[in-house]
């Protein structure tokens, strides 16, 4: 399944895959995300806010490069959807949903960095609903880091891990984030979870 969470007395994050890996590992969610699809034109990305944006970008990108269709690529903000909300924040940070094509006849494919429990994507289904009916709907993550509460599953993976409640794992992106593309295992403080939902 992947690397176990590193031990109490690690100091630093456990490196999961460096900036060449994740290209890699991008090039093969384009490839199975066009091989999930009937039509490629009727593919559409939808990225959920905040990591998942980019990556929809870069695998829309990917796809391209592979010789597909360029998709159309929308943003998805999930914050007034999750049901854990007024645990998160009493005021909190809304973005942007920017959706400017027919759900109705596109097979969308979310995409976002790490699932976890499954409550963000259930979050992002309702979010992406309201907006329209796609014909279909896959998840790509970058992520699949198990602990589903939900009976909820990706379609397309760049790499499973089996961290455990007592670890978190970070994507981070040099769009973003300080410094290159990199995805980190790392302990979390005694009584908390994270590392994607």
């Known amino acids: 399944m992947g690397r176990a969470c590193p031990e109490e007395s690690m100091a630093r994050p456990k490196r999961l895959m460096n900036a060449e890996q994740m290209e890699h590992a991008l090039t093969l969610i384009a490839e199975g995300v066009v091989g999930s699809m009937h039509d490629a034109a009727e593919l559409a990305l939808v990225g959920i806010h905040t990591r998942g944006v980019p990556l929809a970008r ?11 269709p360029e998709p159309p690529v929308g943003t998805l903000d999930i914050s007034l959807y999750r049901d854990d909300l007024s645990q998160v924040a009493d005021q909190p940070i809304l973005r942007e949903t920017d959706i400017l094509f027919e759900l109705e006849s596109r097979r969308v494919v ?7 429990t499954g409550r963000t994507i259930r979050a992002a289904l309702d979010a992406l609903t309201d907006l329209g009916r796609p014909r279909a709907i896959l998840l790509a993550v970058m992520v699949d880091r198990g602990g589903r509460e939900l009976p909820i599953h990706p379609d397309v993976v760049g790499m499973h891990v089996e961290a455990g409640d007592a670890c978190t794992v970070d994507v981070r992106l040099e769009s973003i984030d300080r410094g290159r593309d990199r995805i980190e295992l790392r302990r979390l403080e005694r009584d908390s979870r994270g590392g994607g939902e």
């Open 110 to 116: 979310l995409v976002d960095d790490v699932i976890f």
């Open 58 to 68: 870069r695998i829309a990108d990917k796809i391209v490069d592979g010789g597909g």
